[in-house]
């Protein structure tokens, strides 16, 4: 079977990894409730691991999504319209949310910014609050494209070991890139690419179930015994971060455990199903990009509303339940109809701009009309 075949064969959506991204959005969620006022579910460096598994998450989907596929103005159209719909509406609507909050409330105000910071983050380059990681995330986009690029054109045996040259030196030279860039994290987000080539090879039809199974629990019962600090040899705890939240990023012994994680996580098998693909985590998995945005202020005005009136516990399961309310109205009065009606002019817009370009550079002919549509296809992406 040739690996063209395979690709044909693998689906495009995979049930878990939905509930792998709640997993990865609630392990934030829990590591900031002790950071304004409220009991500690887990240690803030706990949302370290969640942003962590965001970040190969989403390496992974840009490469089981898109490396496979042509590389032409219609694809490459889909691509940026894909991207720019998700990520930007919700980003910039939660960022000038936060500007006014900060106006209003001032510097007590848990996501406060000031003018300076604001410019910062409409350009994608702050680094305030839970804001930060979403600029790696935009710079990955555009190096993705690149790699992407080199891989359909022929240029995969200078790519690949480029890559893989780049990121050990970034690895080397970690601690001199701010973390807002994707220097600093390009080990996490390409080793994600990598994963998603070997499943789309066809690597998890030879992965027993049972050991994926075996994996996944594993790797829950690890994380969650670190988060909690039951883990039982404390050197051990801190040589993963968790007196410095840059060890996280950085230790390639994690990032691999994660990465197998994740692997595992993309074998169908009765554990994992159970786990990360029944309704609700996949729901929620839906909703995480609003529940990562928005959460932390749902969870400071919980807290300060009831202040003294109920028990710790209790605030939290308040504060939790209305921030994924709030995610979910988000998600569908907002995130999903604003990604509805972007997809398809951004698309057209792109396409267009590219078949200018390539014409005024002599590059190519008018492309037929039914070509064209693939670029505006509306259709469903993470």
């Not at 304004?36 to 803030?44: A, V």
């Not at 900060?102 to 300076?116: H, M, T």
């Amino acid at each position: 079977m040739t690996t063209s075949e395979v690709d044909k064969k693998q689906p495009n959506i995979i049930p878990q990894l939905d509930g792998l991204r709640a997993f990865a959005a609630l392990l934030v969620v829990g590591s900031h409730t002790g950071q304004i006022g409220l009991p500690l579910i887990f240690p803030s460096l706990t949302g370290g691991f969640g942003v962590l598994l965001f970040f190969m998450l989403s390496g992974f989907l840009m490469g089981y999504l898109y490396l496979h596929k042509p590389l032409d103005a219609p694809s490459v159209a889909h691509y940026v319209a894909a991207r720019v719909a998700r990520i930007a509406p919700i980003y910039l609507l939660a960022v000038t949310l936060a500007y006014i909050a900060s106006a209003l409330l001032g510097p007590q105000f848990v996501y406060y910014i000031n003018g300076r910071d604001f410019l910062r983050l409409l350009a994608f380059s702050g680094s305030s609050h839970i804001f930060w990681s979403i600029p790696p995330e935009v710079q990955f986009y555009v190096a993705f494209a690149a790699f992407w690029y080199a891989v359909r054109r022929g240029y995969a045996g200078l790519a690949v070991p480029a890559v893989i040259l780049l990121a050990g030196v970034t690895m080397l030279f970690r601690p001199i890139f701010p973390g807002i860039s994707l220097p600093s994290h390009f080990h996490i987000f390409f080793l994600g690419v990598t994963l998603a080539v070997m499943v789309r090879s066809g690597v998890t039809a030879i992965i027993s179930a049972k050991i994926a199974a075996f994996i996944q629990a594993v790797s829950i019962i690890a994380l969650l015994m670190a988060s909690l600090r039951i883990w039982p040899n404390k050197e051990f705890i801190e040589s993963i971060g968790w007196d410095d939240n840059a060890v996280v990023y950085g230790n390639i012994g994690l990032v691999i455990c994660f990465g197998a994680f994740l692997l595992a996580s993309t074998v169908r098998n009765r554990f994992g199903s159970a786990i990360f693909a029944n309704k609700p985590m996949r729901r929620i998995g839906g909703y995480s990009f609003s529940l990562y945005l928005l959460h932390e202020p749902i969870l400071a005005g919980t807290g300060y509303l009831t202040s003294g009136l109920l028990p710790g516990s209790i605030v939290i399961a308040i504060g939790i339940l209305l921030s994924l309310v709030v995610a979910a109205i988000s998600f569908h009065w907002f995130e999903r109809p604003v990604q509805d009606a972007l997809r398809a002019p951004i698309a057209k817009l792109v396409y267009a701009i590219i078949v200018r370009v390539k014409l005024a550079l002599g590059w190519a002919q008018p492309a037929p009309a039914h070509l064209v549509e693939p670029a505006v296809k509306v259709v469903s992406t993470p």
